[in-house]
Each structure stands twice: as structure tokens, then as C-alpha cells.
């Protein structure tokens, strides 16, 4: 829906409201579905770019939705899993690296819907060193972003 705002119009989208929580990585259940999730996105979109806990909304280890589709892009598969293996735990206002057993668990369920190819396999560690290094503040880093690579 457009509407009149002065000098510019605005374009409104109305969704429905969805009861969930933001993702807590600390649930291994919501992780792996949260991975098969991704999967499944993959092989609908091709990629998201912001898969994060801030952006997939649970209900009892149950993945409601995922939301914020304004950083989608077309890329590699591969480089969409390292991204949110290194951002997955991130929330709006706590930005922490997601731990190890985390991301071996987002895999576990990435894969039980999607399998790495071999060349993927060899691609994914070098990404994440990749997005790790990116992710890390200037200055201090009270989160430990550089101790987590």
C-alpha cells in the first residue's frame, strides 16, 4: 500500500503477527531445526544473508518463521552457512561469536536436508576464518570475536 506522507510517498506492508521468540542457541533442538530450516531456504531462495537468532523466531524448539529478507542476495549456498555460523547467536543487542558445538550442531541440521557438496566441504572452514575475521570489532572486544576463531 502506498501512502501520502508530504513530499514523499511511503510504501506500507502490512504481516501478520507471529508469537515466537528469538532463537536461543543454547537449545540444540531449535539449532538443528534451525539448520534443516536454512537448508530448506537454500533450496527455495538460494540464499538469505542474515540468518541469525535475531531473525528466526521459535516456539518450543519449533521454527515459526524467518524474518528481515531486506539483505537477501544470490551467492553461494556455502558462504550463507559460514555467515550464520559465525552470526548465528547474534541478537540486536548482544553481538557474540557463536560458539563451536553451536555451529556443528546448525550443520547437523543443515545437512539432514541438504548435504555439502565435497567442494563446499573444503570452501565452508575458510569462509568462516573468512567472516570470523570480518566480524571482529576495532579496538576492544569485550565478546571475544578474535578468541573464537
Known amino acids: 500500500m502506498i501512502v501520502d506522507s508530504g513530499s514523499l510517498p511511503l510504501s506500507i506492508t502490512v504481516q501478520p ?19 534443516a530450516c536454512l537448508a530448506s531456504l537454500h533450496g527455495a531462495l538460494a540464499i538469505h544473508k542474515d540468518y541469525r537468532a535475531s ?13 528481515d529478507f531486506d539483505s537477501v542476495v544470490r551467492d553461494y549456498c556455502v558462504s550463507d552457512l559460514a555467515n550464520s555460523f559465525v552470526r ?10 557463536t560458539p563451536a558445538s553451536v555451529r556443528h550442531t546448525l550443520l547437523e541440521g543443515y545437512q539432514s536436508v541438504r548435504s555439502l557438496t565435497l567442494l563446499e ?3 565452508l572452514q575458510a569462509l568462516v576464518l573468512w567472516q570470523g575475521i570480518a566480524a571482529i570489532p576495532p579496538g576492544d ?5 578474535a578468541r573464537a576463531l
Open 17 to 35: 503477527l507471529i508469537d515466537g521468540d528469538l532463537l536461543d542457541t543454547t537449545d540444540e533442538t531449535a539449532v538443528r531445526r534451525a539448520g
Open 55 to 67: 531473525n528466526v523466531l521459535t516456539a518450543d524448539s519449533e521454527i515459526l518463521a524467518v524474518i
Open 141 to 145: 572486544d569485550p565478546a571475544g570475536w
Open 121 to 123: 566441504r573444503q570452501w
Open 88 to 97: 548465528l547467536g547474534t541478537r540486536f543487542t548482544n553481538w557474540q561469536p
